[in-house]
Every structure is written in structure tokens, then in C-alpha cells.
């Protein structure tokens, strides 16, 4: 059964980079062509998604975030990871990371997710 | 990308029938059959119960049907039950290769 775990920081300073991990279990990343993806939920609001990475690399993200934010893969860990740089109190959220559901389809639902992670943004 | 739109609450008695309308345009939910739709309690990890706009993964409830008219995608929900209660989420693949939610729907069950 596949199963997703975020790590990080749960306090980042304004103007800091936001750095998250999410260690796939249960599963390789490498070996089979799905989507990846970073979501979150700040308190209280909707969900955002963030950007999405093909096993293989390549990545697509929310214009709206887009020059602040990178997601990479690291087949060798099982793990890929969110970097948002410059972070604000807005960036207060939930973070989930998750799989797109079907084999090479990130218009596929998000299934499974990991528990999320609360990410504050404070001095 | 702006945010699909969805009322911000909906409700009803048990064992009506209620629907949630997603709002987005001929970039997202017009442009595609890729609308999602999620369920999320308190707390909890959102779970999709809707994928490519009207099909119920296996385990969710007939009672869960989703369609799609225009740029307006509907989850429809029948026979409402109090475990019903939550948070819904329509979300759509979009012509430029990304995603974008709603801005989510809370259903309250009288």
C-alpha cells in the first residue's frame, strides 16, 4: 500500500525558503510513470495546489507561485521535495504532498496523500 | 489562474437531494473532462469521490454523481445522509498543463 510522509520545518522565518520532503513508502517512484504533486491548505480556506512533478523530472506549477517555488525528485531516497523561497505569513498553510492517481496523468485526482504538515511563517 | 467557483455553503435535510455548482471557464472545466470532485472532513486528508467529471472510484456511494454542463461542472449528492457533512472540493485539469481547485463548498446537513 502506497503511502506519502511530508517532513520539514514546521516554523519558517519571513523572507526564508520553505523546504519540505515527501518520502514515498510502499512504492518506487523511480519505476513506475506518475505525476507527483504539493498542495496545501491554509488555515481555515481552500485548497492550492502548488506544482506537480513527472517521475521523470519534469515539473509544472501554479503560475501564481511559480518564481518562487522548485519541486524535485530524488529517485535514490524515494522522495521529492518543495522549495518555496521568500516566504510570507500567507504562505501559513497545510502542506500536502500526494500522487496523481493514474499511470502518466496529471489531469488524474490526487490519491493518496500524505497527512499533511502545518507550516508557520513567523518571526 | 483564478480559482474555480463554488458557493460557500449548501445544505439540506436527510434524504434530500443537494447540489454543489464549480464555476470555472472554457480553460478548465469547459475545455476538458478532467473535473475532480474531493470530500474533506475536519481534519482529515481530502479524498476524491468524483474523477473525469462523472466517474465514482470504486467504494464511494451511488448516491455521490458528478456531471458537467459548459463551463459548469455539479456534484450531486442524493438521499443526504449526516456523514454527508463536509467539505467539497472541485478541482480541473486546465489547457496550460496545470491544476486549480475551488475555492470549496461547506455542506451542512439540517
Known amino acids: 500500500q502506497l503511502q506519502l510522509q511530508e517532513s520539514g520545518p514546521g516554523l519558517v522565518k519571513p523572507s526564508e525558503t520553505l523546504s519540505l520532503t515527501c518520502t514515498v513508502s510502499?512504492?518506487?517512484?523511480?519505476?513506475?510513470?506518475?505525476?507527483w504533486g504539493w498542495i496545501r491548505q491554509s488555515p481555515g480556506k481552500g485548497l492550492e495546489w502548488i506544482g506537480s512533478?513527472?517521475?521523470?523530472?519534469?515539473?509544472y506549477y501554479n503560475p501564481s507561485l511559480k518564481s518562487r517555488v522548485t519541486i524535485s525528485v530524488d529517485t535514490s531516497k524515494n522522495q521529492f521535495s518543495l522549495r518555496l523561497r521568500s516566504v510570507t505569513a500567507a504562505d501559513t498553510a497545510v502542506y500536502y504532498c500526494?500522487?496523481?492517481?493514474?499511470?502518466?496523468?496529471?489531469?488524474?485526482?490526487?490519491?493518496?496523500w500524505g497527512q499533511g504538515t502545518l507550516v508557520t511563517v513567523s518571526s | 489562474q483564478s480559482a474555480l467557483t463554488q458557493p460557500a455553503s449548501v445544505s439540506g435535510s436527510p434524504g434530500q437531494s443537494i447540489t454543489i455548482s464549480c464555476t470555472g471557464t472554457?480553460?478548465?472545466?469547459?475545455?476538458?473532462?478532467?473535473v475532480s470532485w474531493y470530500q474533506q472532513y475536519p481534519g482529515k486528508v481530502p479524498k476524491f469521490i468524483i474523477y473525469?467529471?462523472?466517474n465514482r472510484p470504486s467504494g464511494v456511494s451511488n448516491r455521490f454523481s458528478g456531471s458537467k454542463s459548459g463551463n459548469t461542472a455539479s456534484l450531486t449528492i442524493s438521499g443526504l445522509q449526516a456523514e454527508d457533512e463536509a467539505d467539497y472540493y472541485c478541482s480541473s485539469y486546465t489547457t496550460t498543463g496545470t491544476v486549480v481547485f475551488g475555492g470549496g463548498t461547506k455542506l451542512t446537513v439540517l
Open positions: 500526494a500522487r496523481h492517481n493514474r499511470l502518466g496523468s496529471r489531469a488524474d485526482p490526487f490519491d493518496p
Open positions: 472554457s480553460s478548465d472545466v469547459g475545455g476538458y473532462k478532467y
Open positions: 512533478i513527472y517521475y521523470s523530472g519534469s515539473t
Open positions: 473525469d467529471v462523472s
Open positions: 510502499g512504492g518506487s517512484i523511480s519505476s513506475s510513470p506518475y505525476y
